[in-house]
């Protein structure tokens, strides 16, 4: 399972490189959402998948699962959102301004 985890944070992370090199602002948020789904799932997988009794101290349970990858995943999903959000607020303001989401126009080249 951890095979397929890996596998597929390096699919989102190869994609997620893919569109940050684009030129359309969307295409380039699309990216770093990618990027932080990959790293959620590069931080579970590190985490071990293991299976066991919730963290609770019992005299019964011998084995117990760590919490604290899903912890960190759970926080990273709520700055992910609040940066995502902001980003597509900046690329709706910016496009409305200028005309065009084209990365290369906006710092003034000439796009042909």
Do not use: C, W
């Not at 030129?23 to 997988?45: D, N, V």
């Not at 293991?50 to 990273?76: F, N, W």
């Not at 980003?87 to 409305?96: D, E, G, T």
Request: proline share 4%; aromatic share 6%; charged share 15%.
């Amino acid at each position: 399972m951890e095979i397929i985890m890996a596998v597929l944070a390096g699919i989102l992370f190869t994609t997620a490189v893919y569109n940050l090199l684009q030129k359309q602002m969307l295409r380039i948020i699309i990216g770093t959402a990618l990027l932080s789904h990959g790293a959620h799932l590069f931080i579970l997988t590190m985490g071990e998948l293991k299976r066991g009794a919730p963290p609770i101290l019992s005299e019964e349970v011998e084995q117990y699962t760590d919490p604290l990858p899903q912890a960190l995943i759970l926080t990273s999903i709520v700055i992910s959102f609040g940066i995502t959000s902001l980003l597509l607020v900046l690329a709706y303001r910016a496009s409305k301004k200028n005309g065009t989401d084209n990365m290369e126009q906006l710092r003034g080249n000439e796009y042909e």
